[in-house]
């Protein structure tokens, strides 16, 4: 079982930029596919951006070019680097972890990104 703990929201201009974190504890971190979702008001979750343990990223297209997700596994960290952003990015950001597909996923309790002028 792992415990993620999302920091680093807050309200931003658009075209600004804002960096999140997510830290895990309770379990080896590296086991994990982790991730970044994002639920605005009204609509479903949706994916942001995913990283396994080795490094290899998936982006929406929403977010191409303009997101960077990372993670150090020796501090048990993922993070999510946003750039450029936009009102339409406004949500609230969650991580998630699970070993795979048919494991438990895990979620942190989210964390609010505001973009507004």
């Known amino acids: 079982q792992v415990q993620l703990v999302e920091s680093g929201g807050g309200l931003v201009q658009p075209g600004g930029s804002l960096g999140l974190s997510c830290a895990a504890s309770g379990s080896t971190f590296s086991r994990y596919v982790t991730a970044w979702y994002r639920q605005a008001p009204g609509k479903q979750r949706e994916l942001v951006a995913a990283i396994t343990s080795g490094g290899t990223t998936n982006y929406a297209d929403s977010v191409k070019g303009r997101f960077t997700i990372s993670r150090d596994n020796a501090k048990n960290t993922m993070y999510l680097q946003m750039t450029s952003l936009k009102p339409e990015d406004t949500a609230v950001y969650y991580c998630?972890?699970?070993?795979?597909?048919?494991?438990?996923?895990?979620w942190g309790q989210g964390t609010q990104v505001t973009v507004s002028s």
């Open positions: 998630k972890a699970q070993i795979n597909p048919w494991n438990t996923a895990y």
